[in-house]
């Protein structure tokens, strides 16, 4: 049997199935664990007879991150968001950039935290986040936790986001939509040979629940990770973008993300720029509005355009976001056009901004590489009360300072704009401050060894 997290309560969507079986009805692959035994994501099983799930409220470390690292650009641009990654999946990608997490026969179990509804609530209330995102590992198979705390937080004026493969059935969709405001979907390809050999899911489920999403009428971007010799041919991205207009719309923001070679996919290289513009100029002939592309650090290729004028209405670099040419009831400053934004000036308070270029007694410096433009900063030794961080950019002169309040200790920062060669993060208590570098949006970062192969880490006074 497969390792077991610790603990565990009632399921919701299941039957008996016999007097040996149970039948979990939550995703489509409606496992029959006998007693004792799990299902195909490992984090719900069989127990005396009833449907058990093992991960309510374990989860990776809360992080503090942008709206943009999940491949939404069109609510709140820049505003701050706590990501909350669970453990296990109902799929099992042959490429997964989560794979140390999402496949918990890899798991190294002290990653894993305990939270309750309540504290997730509070640690949002607490740093002033505005939304919380359930997001790296697929949060279906985390369904109970997601459902309790997104409820708990909508009651506590929060606004909650959901990214997935959407592997799920309806039933449980329904009750989503009664709780999340804002949904990132992952398409991962339209060939139903590629989701059965490579995903070890089905298509035609993940195609029904977009539409029944869309038909909700909440917040919903589409994201395709493009991975060189298996999704990234011309008829792989015009039967995306033919599907997206013919069953949810033109408008409707299409991502195409840049792939990292990453578990049983490490023979190819990352996906190169030139691939995410071809697939991008194929998007837009077939019709769709608002392509982006993800992982990529380039000045003037993610910007949003007012569709009236031209003028730029939210600037992008990587993963910064500025609403530069738009008004508060979200409209073009320019031409007065309504844009497609909503929310534009929602979450972003948590930095302040310092003059003069003096760092504290301990610091940490980081310099931006081709692999690395981003990065999770994480206290290691303990989750022990607040603190107050600098935080100063190499080459750009600005210098911010931010606070980490009780119950938060992991944030992201990444590369601004072509002139940010690197980071100083300094500090003058006595805790410890760690890099973990981030290769693509929605990665948890794990393992510190890459960092060792990979950062130029300098330790000054630590
Ligand atoms: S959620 Fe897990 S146990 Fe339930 S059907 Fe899906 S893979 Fe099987």
Redesign the pocket.
Same mark, same amino acid.
């Given at each position: 049997m497969k390792q077991r997290l610790s603990g565990s309560r009632l399921a919701r @969507?299941w039957t008996p199935f016999n007097s040996e079986r149970v039948e +979990?009805? #939550?995703? %489509? &692959?409606? +496992?029959r %664990?006998k007693n004792n035994r799990? $299902? @195909? +994501?490992g /984090? &719900? $099983?069989a127990v005396d007879g009833a #449907?058990h799930s093992f991960n309510y409220g374990k989860s990776l470390a809360a992080t503090e991150e942008v709206i943009e690292t999940e491949a939404i650009n069109h609510y709140s641009p820049g505003a701050r968001i706590l990501s909350m990654g669970n453990i $296990?999946c109902?799929m099992s990608c042959s490429f997964c950039q989560n794979w140390e997490t999402s496949q918990i026969k890899h798991l190294d179990q002290q990653l894993v935290r305990d939270y309750s509804p309540q504290q997730v609530v509070d640690i949002c209330l607490e740093n002033r986040i505005e939304i919380i995102s359930w997001t790296y590992n697929d949060p /279906?198979?985390w369904h109970e936790f997601v459902v309790d705390t997104s409820r708990l937080a909508q009651e506590n004026g929060l606004k909650t986001l959901y990214k997935s493969a959407f592997y799920i059935e309806e039933e449980p969709v329904n009750e989503l939509i009664d709780c999340i405001d804002i949904f990132s979907l992952s398409l991962k390809s339209m060939n139903p040979v590629f989701y059965q050999k490579i995903t070890k899911a089905r298509l035609a489920p993940v195609l029904e629940r977009i539409k029944q999403v869309h038909q909700s009428r909440r917040h919903l971007e589409i994201s395709q990770l493009v991975i060189p010799e298996l999704n990234d041919a011309d008829e792989d991205i015009k039967a995306t973008a033919e599907w997206v207009v013919k069953n949810i719309g033109s408008e409707v923001p299409l991502h195409f993300v840049a792939f990292h070679p990453a578990y049983k996919y490490t023979h190819v290289e990352r996906t190169s720029i030139d691939t995410l513009l071809r697939a991008r100029k194929v998007a837009k002939q077939m019709g769709i509005r608002y392509v982006y592309l993800g992982n990529t650090y380039r000045m003037d290729l993610n910007d949003t355009l007012c569709q009236s004028c031209g003028a730029t209405l939210v600037r992008r670099y990587g993963l910064a976001a500025e609403t530069v040419g738009l008004n508060e009831a979200s409209r073009c400053t320019g031409c007065g056009e309504m844009s497609p934004i909503t929310n534009p000036w929602g979450g972003r308070q948590g930095s302040t901004i310092l003059g003069g270029h003096k760092d504290l007694q301990r610091s940490i410096r980081f310099l931006w590489n081709a692999e690395v433009q981003s990065a999770h900063v994480m206290r290691t030794d303990g989750n022990a009360g607040d603190d107050k961080l600098r935080i100063r950019r190499i080459g750009s002169h600005s210098v911010t300072e931010r606070e980490m309040q009780h119950g938060l200790d992991r944030f992201i920062v990444s590369r601004q704009g072509s002139e940010d060669k690197g980071i100083v993060i300094s500090w003058d208590s006595d805790k410890q401050y760690q890099f973990f570098p981030v290769l693509d949006r929605a990665h948890f970062p794990v393992s510190s060894e890459n960092q060792e192969r990979i950062i130029p880490i300098k330790r000054v006074g630590t």
């Open positions: @969507y +979990c009805t #939550l995703c %489509p &692959r409606h +496992c %664990p799990d $299902g @195909y +994501c /984090v &719900r $099983g #449907l $296990g109902m /279906v198979v």
